[in-house]
C-alpha cells in the first residue's frame, strides 16, 4: 500500500518497544514532513547509535568512550558500588543525586526458566573490580522478582567470602496505593523491610 521505503520504516519503528502498527505508521508520515536538514539529523543521530556507543569495559554502562564519564570520575565514592539489572537503571539514581557512588551493570538477570544462568549475566567482572578496586558495599537494586531475588541470592553467596558488604534496596508498597491491590511478594518484602516509628 505503501512504497518500499516507508513500510521499511513502518517495519523498523515497529521494532522499538510499545510502537504498534498506527503509532509507527503515525511516526513514518511525521518524518515525511521533516525538512532536509531535520531529516539528516535524525538520520545522523541513528547512525550515531550504531557506530560511536558501546559498554564502558569497566561497569557496563553505556559510553561513548572506552570507559563512561562515571567510572572516570575521581570524584565519586568508589567504595560503593550500586549494582542494576540495566544501563538504563543508573539514570534514576543519578536523578534523585543521593550517593555520588559508582555502578556495575549485570545486563540481565538470573532464570534458569529462560536458560539464563550466572555465567551469562557481567558477574565475573563485578569480582575482578572487587579484586582490583578498593570496594566495600555492593547496593542490589535489582527488580523485587523471581529473577531478581535469584539474582540477588546468587550474588550474596558469590562475594560472602570477599568480606565485600552487600545490601539491597528496601522494596515495599509504594505511596499512595491502597494495600488491597498490593501482591503477595510485595507484601512479604515490606514486611522483613519494615522500621521503626
Known amino acids: ?19 504498534g502498527e498506527k503509532t509507527a505508521e503515525r511516526l513514518a508520515f511525521a518524518l ?30 553505556i559510553t ?5 564519564n562515571i567510572c572516570s ?19 534514576l539514581f543519578e536523578k534523585i543525586n543521593v550517593y555520588n557512588c559508582k555502578y556495575h551493570v549485570l545486563g540481565g538477570l538470573i532464570s534458569p526458566l529462560e536458560g539464563i544462568g550466572p555465567d551469562d549475566i557481567n558477574i565475573n567482572s563485578l ?23 535469584t539474582t540477588m541470592q546468587y550474588i550474596k553467596k558469590f562475594f560472602e567470602k570477599t568480606g565485600v558488604k552487600v545490601t539491597r534496596i528496601a522494596t515495599g508498597i509504594p505511596m499512595g496505593t491502597d494495600i488491597e491491590y498490593i501482591d503477595s511478594m510485595t507484601l512479604e518484602f515490606a514486611l522483613e523491610g519494615r522500621k521503626d516509628i
Not at 1 to 9: A, G, T, V, W
Not at 64 to 68: K, Q, R, Y
Open 64 to 68: 561513548d568512550n572506552d570507559v563512561c
Open 1 to 19: 500500500m505503501y512504497p518500499k521505503c516507508l513500510n521499511k520504516i513502518i517495519d523498523s519503528f515497529k521494532d522499538l518497544p510499545g510502537i
Open 73 to 91: 570520575d575521581k570524584s565519586r565514592d568508589g567504595k560503593i558500588v550500586f549494582v542494576v539489572e540495566k544501563a538504563k537503571d543508573i539514570s
Open 127 to 149: 569480582l575482578n573490580r572487587i579484586e582490583k578496586e578498593n570496594i566495600e558495599e555492593l547496593i542490589l537494586a535489582l527488580k523485587p522478582s523471581i529473577e531478581g531475588e
Open 32 to 61: 515525511i514532513n521533516f525538512n532536509e536538514e531535520k531529516l539528516t539529523s535524525f538520520a545522523d543521530a541513528i547512525v550515531d547509535v550504531r557506530d560511536k556507543l558501546s559498554h564502558c569495559h569497566v561497569c557496563g554502562n
